[in-house]
């Protein structure tokens, strides 16, 4: 019986086929890569500017006095976290939401971004 060789003999053109294959390969890759990019891009800009979206769709007068409250229970949880991590991180989180509004001020910002910019552990 006649040993066949290790490396069958390539039919013609298969060369051919497998550089265009792996390109096309490199290719599909490529734009699922930049489209993963791009849904990733969206949905943080989304996440990001949602509260202020959600804030300047409201009406003034509303939007005015949700600020109101806002500013006022985040200077309470604020000023009494002491060293709860849960109280830290909902004035945190509240701090945040009050650097969304248009009628936070110098004087709301100097406030809140200490507490809304506080490392985490």
Not at 18 to 23: G, T
Not at 77 to 105: I, K, Q, Y
């Amino acid at each position: 019986m006649a040993s066949q060789s290790a490396t069958m003999p390539s039919a013609p053109g298969y060369e051919v086929f497998h550089r265009r294959n792996r390109r096309s390969i490199l290719l599909q890759l490529v734009l699922a890569s930049a489209a993963l990019v791009g849904i990733g891009f969206l949905i943080w800009s989304f996440v990001r500017t949602s509260p202020r979206q959600a804030l300047s769709n409201m009406a003034p007068g509303d939007r005015k006095t949700l600020y109101d409250r806002t500013l006022q229970s985040t200077q309470e949880l604020c000023r009494h976290t002491g060293d709860g991590a849960d109280l830290r991180n909902r004035c945190r989180d509240s701090a945040r939401f009050l650097l969304a509004f248009p009628e936070c001020d110098a004087e709301c910002r100097a406030f809140a971004r200490p507490y809304a910019y506080q490392p985490t552990r």
